[in-house]
Nanobody, 117 residues
Framework: QVQFVESGGGLVQPGGSLRLSCSAS????????MGWYPQAPGKQRELVAI???????NYADSVKGRFTISRDNAKNTVYLQMNSLKPEDTAVYYC???????????WGQGIQVTVSS
């Protein structure tokens, strides 16, 4: 299976922006869809953004208009541009194919995003 490494998180004030990156261990061209899955404290991981091989995108209502997912198959990387961040966006963000790997041991470490003043 492809391994993923997330980066780009941090602490940001409400209304701020962050750009997350997800680097894959090998080509993602053959993966039909990739997604970002934040996990807030005490909650399940949820899919908030998805991008298909032809870069068709879809978003959860909670992030629509604020987040933008993109992919660069040549760099084996998926991005998540997050604007107008809210405290409720605070979570550990993971990237994974969609449908995702069923075994969390095969996921990356994730990256912490904290939105706080």
């Amino acid at each position: 299976q492809v391994q993923f490494v997330e980066s780009g998180g941090g602490l940001v004030q409400p209304g701020g922006s962050l750009r997350l990156s997800c680097s894959a261990s090998r080509t993602i061209f053959s993966i039909s869809a990739m997604g970002w899955y934040p996990q807030a404290p005490g909650k399940q991981r949820e899919l908030v953004a998805i991008i298909g091989r032809a870069s068709r995108t879809n978003y959860a209502d909670s992030v629509k208009g604020r987040f933008t997912i993109s992919r660069d198959n040549a760099k084996n990387t998926v991005y998540l541009q997050m604007n107008s961040l809210k405290p409720e966006d605070t979570a550990v963000y993971y990237c994974n194919p969609n449908p995702p790997y069923s075994d969390y041991n095969n996921w990356g470490q994730g990256i912490q995003v904290t939105v706080s003043s």
